[in-house]
């Protein structure tokens, strides 16, 4: 990672140094209050897309915050997302399980374009999911707080533009940032919604969905299989049902995991962005602690 800054003098924390030199801070899931004491920030660049460690942080410095969006983590969550709606697209799991009882039948299959993948969550994550399904040609929908537009995608927005959306919806992805907003938001009233026997993904973080909602459904297969790569404790408790559980598929978060030598790239062209007046793409909170708009 030095590598990519050859100018600078590089501190971990815990190291020997004196805050006031510190003008750049590169950060994941931080120590909260830590960051207000360097009062000569420039800029604080994150290590990944969440923005939930700073949400959390009632100190935050007086320099602008910028997310992590890496076009190699947007690949592989892509990928991740597009393996598995082609599991659950191509009845996989039905095979496999049939396997076992040496049972040969086959299934028809909707074609692609009739297999409605809704993806929740339009910001940056969610609209290169969303355009890497259409491209494989499935019919997706993009859901988020305001309108987009999406190559191939039918973009909408609201509450009740959802629950008519999720009643049509053959897989479920979740691609929402965790806040205020958000945490809850997959109860079972929203998860019911969906269509009999819908799959869901979560690729975005747990304490969005309710998990015993989810296991409720499961249970009674109004969902008829749950990926889940984030959970609200990670690593996953030993003592969690999910781990047993028939319909359900535990990756360890790693649909998108961050790379050192890209990540270190894109952060060394942002800092050299900062240095010549310019601003960076993907801000979280700018001088006077505005907060954009978050995409959901």
Same mark, same amino acid.
């Given at each position: 990672?030095?590598?990519?800054?050859?100018?600078?003098?590089?501190?971990?924390?815990?190291?020997?140094?004196?805050?006031?030199?510190?003008?750049?801070?590169?950060?994941?899931?931080?120590?909260?209050?830590?960051l207000?004491?360097?009062?000569?920030?420039?800029?604080?660049?994150?290590?990944?897309?969440?923005?939930?460690?700073?949400?959390?942080?009632?100190n935050?410095?007086? #320099?602008?915050?910028?997310?992590?969006?890496?076009?190699?983590?947007?690949?592989?969550?892509?990928?991740?997302?597009?393996?598995?709606?082609?599991?659950?697209?191509r009845?996989?799991?039905?095979?496999?399980?049939?396997?076992? /009882?040496?049972?040969?039948?086959?299934?028809?299959?909707?074609?692609?374009?009739?297999?409605?993948?809704?993806?929740?969550?339009?910001? #940056?994550m969610?609209q290169?999911?969303?355009?890497?399904?259409?491209?494989?040609?499935?019919?997706?929908?993009?859901?988020s707080?305001s309108?987009?537009?999406?190559?191939?995608?039918?973009?909408?927005?609201?509450?009740? #533009?959802?629950t008519?959306?999720?009643?049509?919806?053959?897989?479920?992805?979740?691609c929402?940032?965790?806040?205020?907003?958000?945490?809850?938001?997959?109860?079972? #009233?929203?998860?019911?919604?969906?269509?009999?026997?819908?799959?869901?993904?979560?690729?975005?973080?747990?304490?969005?969905?309710?998990t015993?909602?989810?296991?409720?459904l499961?249970?009674?297969?109004?969902?008829?299989? /749950?990926?889940?790569?984030?959970?609200?404790?990670?690593p996953?408790?030993?003592?969690?049902?999910?781990w047993?559980?028939?319909?359900?598929?535990?990756?360890?978060?790693?649909?998108?995991?961050?790379n050192?030598?890209?990540?270190?790239?894109?952060?060394?062209?942002?800092?050299?962005?900062?240095?010549?007046?310019?601003?960076?793409?993907?801000m979280?909170?700018?001088?006077?602690?505005?907060?954009?708009?978050?995409?959901k």
């Open positions: 990672m030095a590598s990519y800054f050859p100018l600078e003098t590089l501190y971990e924390l815990g190291d020997a140094y004196n805050p006031d030199d510190i003008t750049y801070a590169i950060v994941w899931n931080h120590p909260k209050g830590d207000a004491r360097y009062k000569n920030l420039k800029a604080v660049f994150s290590t990944g897309a969440g923005t939930e460690h700073f949400d959390q942080d009632p935050l410095p007086n #320099a602008p915050i910028f997310r992590l969006v890496d076009p190699n983590m947007a690949e592989d969550m892509a990928l991740y997302a597009l393996y598995w709606s082609l599991h659950f697209h009845k996989f799991e039905t095979y496999r399980t049939q396997q076992t /009882a040496k049972k040969w039948e086959r299934y028809a299959t909707p074609p692609a374009h009739a297999f409605h993948i809704c993806v929740l969550g339009q910001g #940056a969610g290169f999911i969303s355009e890497h399904l259409a491209k494989n040609k499935f019919k997706v929908s993009g859901w707080r309108p987009k537009d999406v190559i191939g995608v039918q973009s909408f927005s609201g509450e009740t #533009a959802l008519d959306t999720l009643a049509e919806t053959d897989v479920l992805i979740s929402l940032p965790l806040n205020d907003v958000t945490r809850g938001y997959l109860d079972k #009233a929203r998860l019911s919604a969906l269509k009999h026997g819908a799959g869901f993904i979560n690729i975005s973080r747990g304490p969005i969905v309710e015993k909602a989810l296991l409720d499961l249970d009674t297969r109004h969902i008829s299989a /749950a990926v889940l790569d984030v959970f609200d404790q990670e996953l408790d030993d003592n969690s049902p999910l047993d559980h028939p319909n359900v598929h535990v990756t360890p978060h790693m649909s998108g995991m961050t050192t030598q890209t990540a270190a790239k894109i952060i060394a062209e942002n800092i050299a962005k900062v240095k010549s007046g310019k601003m960076p793409d993907n979280y909170k700018d001088w006077t602690g505005r907060h954009p708009s978050a995409d």
